[in-house]
């Protein structure tokens, strides 16, 4: 599928267990694969428990999606950093890599990477963000701590935010960022919450924004997969 602009999808795949529950981890990489997306941040990515092994096979995903892992140095074989991973397509020069804990009850974490595509740099977050919201405000202070590095970088911080509410819990980022979901995500049988969001900053123009509802999407995961497109200042003046 052809499409404008860089497109970056985001699934909390839970394992790759659906709501038959059924561990497919061949479905998961179909519905990655329906996606047609040039950069993928998944959750859950790992399984919880040490060793944290991870849920996709490196391997099928190459063959079946095209995408390739972001590599992290964490010493594990997990795809991601507290189940948070991202994969590109194998044209996009990853140029920076990151990975961090986030604050709160519950272990959470980050990863960045910082990719050259089209001429154009762009720095992508994958998060899942903690449930509850004293944790969430706690994870994003340090995200913002993260990003406030003196790069000017177009940044889209992409994930799970767990937030249910669409008019207050993620104001830290709103100085910064533009806050966009994709419409109900949770639960995939019956959508409810917009938990899978993106925020965007002030570099990167949205366009197409959508959610997959169609196919195996509402028994893949508890989540539904969305994706948006992104165009830079620089390509709108070309």
């Known amino acids: 599928m052809k499409h404008d602009g ?5 699934y909390n795949i839970r394992k790759a267990v659906g709501t038959d529950r059924k561990r497919d981890p061949d479905r998961i990489l ?3 694969s329906e996606l047609s997306a ?3 941040a998944l959750q859950e990515a790992d399984r919880r428990l040490p060793p944290r092994r991870p849920a996709l096979d490196r391997k099928a995903l190459r ?3 095209g995408l390739m892992p972001v590599e992290f140095e964490h010493g594990r074989d997990s795809l991601g950093w507290h189940g948070n991973a991202i994969l590109v397509r194998p044209d996009i020069k990853v140029l920076d890599r990151a990975h961090f804990d986030l604050p709160g009850l519950e272990p959470r974490g980050a990863v960045s990477a910082v990719l050259e595509t089209g001429g154009s740099l762009i720095r992508v977050i994958g998060v899942h ?3 509850l919201r004293q944790s969430r405000r706690a994870q994003l202070s340090q995200l913002s701590e993260f990003l406030n590095d003196g790069s000017d970088i177009a940044t889209v911080i992409v994930g799970d935010f767990n937030e249910r509410s669409l008019s207050v819990g993620l104001g830290r980022l709103r100085p910064d960022f533009t806050i966009f979901d994709a419409g109900p995500t949770f639960h995939s049988r019956r959508p409810t919450f917009a938990l899978d969001r993106f925020a965007c900053s002030q570099h990167l123009k949205p366009g197409i924004v959508g959610a997959m509802t169609t196919g195996e999407a509402a028994l893949g995961s508890d989540h539904l997969p969305v994706f948006a497109e992104f165009s830079t200042a620089t390509d709108e003046a070309k």
């Open 30 to 32: 179909r519905i990655i």
């Open 6 to 10: 860089l497109r970056i999808a985001s």
């Open 129 to 131: 963000l903690g449930l």
């Open 63 to 65: 063959e079946r999606t």
């Open 38 to 40: 040039d950069v993928v």
